[in-house]
């Protein structure tokens, strides 16, 4: 891609940070569907809410996943943090999504062009895609790079009160994840299934 892209003019920003901001503006039980690896250790570390759902070894799933939340519970806002690289796994839910167009789905794709986790090699996309032109020629209008932390925060408030799925793609860092997931996939459900309020405690 082109070095003059909306994608290239924008702040290469931290995922932690940008994580963090978007935890402090959840007042109303929100949702959030972390990707694996990084994108999830950070969700961890910004704020463990009974409410997150913590992705293991799938990749390419949070937003699928927080679309059938989306529909399960429309009066809910859901958000899904995704990399780059994962999102490459699974770039059809983007016009599924579009398709459905649940008003209360927000996608917030994390990209620093490389598989981190695996040791930064190059994703195929890094030098050559523009993930807001893939995202809007998919059928999602709503898309955006965000320029800065400022901007990134403008965009989510935005997407509280939208009316159609919002997908914000942010360039950032190479800084790996802040602490570590509880890898337990049946607390993470249960304790997901609780804050949705679709499972009773014991």
Known sequence: MSTNTPARNTKVMNRFDLT??????????????????????????AGHRPQNFYMLGSMGLAFPIAL?????QPKRRVFALEGDGSLL??????????????KNLTMIVMDNGVYQITGA????AA??????????????????????????????????????PTLIAVRIDDKPGTGQTRRDPVQIRERFMLGLGVRQAL
């Open 68 to 72: 059938g939340v989306a529909l399960a």
């Open 20 to 45: 963090s901001r978007l935890v402090a503006k959840l007042k109303h039980e929100e949702a959030v569907v972390g990707g694996i690896g990084n994108t999830n250790f950070d969700l961890w570390a």
């Open 89 to 102: 796994m699974q770039m059809g839910c983007l016009s599924t999504i579009a398709t459905q167009a649940p």
């Open 121 to 124: 090699q190059p994703t195929p």
């Open 127 to 164: 030098a050559v895609a523009d993930i807001v032109a893939i995202a809007q020629g998919s059928g999602l209008a709503n898309s955006a790079w965000a320029a800065d932390e400022e901007d990134f925060e403008r965009l989510v408030d935005q997407s509280l009160t939208s009316t159609v």
